[in-house]
């Protein structure tokens, strides 16, 4: 079965529609069926988390169609057996159960079921006190963005896009959903509105680098009077700039390109720039509660997931060990 939320044409439950829904919310009737659209369409805003979701509650439905059972049969030891036998890693498992524990809650305020039978189910344990995220020193950092030919108006975006992510520790998603309007000058000082998760306006001030690669971006490009337009954007077919903005998977793949060329880890990816540009800013004697401020984490124990100030053990260290 795939899943798909979609909108039901003039407010009424099709039989199509019923169809697209997993086979046992659709047997529980059509106010089991729309209390399930709305937990998708409704409730979760950001579509990055929705497709998510989405993914895991089928891949549970598909598996309780397997062992036949219907919603009212559902109970915490299921929930648990299904758990226990989910493939994957830790963090993939524990969203798989975060994403049924919520739909059931939904379901439960719905009054559709009586209790939520993934309340009490606990997922793997799993502790990250370092990211896996690969981090750039200063000087790579420095060496990637000097490496890029800024002769063209494809170069000026990218040093403008990755200078960006890296002086103000923005998520992929934010830089790319940017508009001309928010890179805007407050008295003498230039500052970026990033739109991060959850549909929170984080605003930073502009580090004078970055000021400077996209004044020249957005200079070349002549898009500085197009304030509702999108501010990175995407190439044709003849390298020129088009009204599209730039995608996700654009970035990723130009970040790779631009590494291997500059003899760069494979590794470096979107989420670099973040965790390149968090290090760099604790090296030089920031706090992790400003650069918790700056990256827009709800806690500070996300941005030193980024700290890898420590990660290096130094010769004089080891040789502490007197044996």
């Not at 989910?86 to 975060?98: M, Y």
């Not at 998520?171 to 000058?185: F, G, I, L, P």
């Not at 680098?209 to 020249?216: F, G, K, S």
């Not at 631009?258 to 290090?279: K, M, Q, W």
């Given at each position: 079965m795939t899943l798909s939320v979609v909108p039901i044409p003039s407010g009424k439950l099709t039989r199509a529609g019923l169809e697209r829904l997993p086979p046992a919310i659709a047997r529980a009737g059509e106010k089991a069926a729309w209390r399930f659209i709305e937990f998708f369409a409704a409730n979760i805003r950001n579509k990055n988390t929705r497709a998510a979701y989405a993914h895991a509650v089928t891949q549970f439905f598909d598996?309780?169609?397997?062992?036949?059972?219907?919603?009212?049969?559902?109970?915490p030891a299921l929930i648990a057996v299904y758990i226990e036998q989910?493939?994957?890693?830790?963090?993939?498992?524990?969203?798989?159960?975060?994403a049924i524990r919520m739909l059931f809650d939904w379901l439960v305020i719905g009054q559709i079921v009586p209790m939520n039978p993934a309340a009490s189910v606990r997922g793997p344990k799993y502790v990250v006190k370092v990211g896996k995220t690969p981090v750039l020193t200063a000087d790579q950092a420095r060496q990637l963005l000097d490496s890029i030919d800024t002769a063209t108006i494809v170069?000026?975006?990218?040093?403008a896009l990755l200078g960006l992510m890296c002086y103000t520790f923005a998520?992929?998603?934010?830089?790319?959903?940017?508009?001309?309007?928010?890179?805007?000058?407050t008295g003498k000082r230039w500052w970026f509105r990033l739109h991060e998760k959850g549909g929170k306006r984080h605003?930073?001030?502009?580090?004078?680098?970055?000021?400077?690669?996209?004044?020249?971006?957005?200079?070349a490009a002549a898009i500085g009077d197009q304030k509702r337009s999108p501010l990175f954007r995407a190439i044709d077919r003849h390298r020129q700039l088009t009204d599209r903005p730039i995608s996700r998977t654009d970035v990723l793949r130009m970040i790779k390109r631009?590494?291997?060329?500059?003899?760069?880890?494979?590794?470096?990816?979107?989420?670099?720039?973040?965790?390149?540009?968090?290090?760099a800013y604790l090296e030089?004697?920031?706090t992790i509660e400003n650069a918790q401020a700056i990256a827009a984490h709800e806690s500070p124990?996300?941005?030193?997931?980024?700290?890898r100030t420590s990660d290096e053990i130094t010769l004089d260290e080891v040789e502490r060990i007197t044996i």
């Open positions: 598996w309780c169609e397997s062992k036949h059972l219907e919603l009212h049969d559902l109970r989910r493939k994957g890693s830790p963090p993939t498992v524990k969203q798989h159960l975060a170069g000026l975006r990218d040093r998520r992929v998603s934010a830089t790319v959903n940017m508009k001309v309007e928010d890179y805007y000058q605003e930073v001030p502009a580090h004078h680098n970055a000021e400077a690669y996209l004044d020249a971006y957005i200079a631009r590494a291997e060329d500059a003899g760069l880890p494979s590794s470096t990816c979107c989420h670099t720039f973040r965790a390149t540009g968090i290090t030089n004697g920031g124990r996300t941005t030193k997931l980024y700290d």
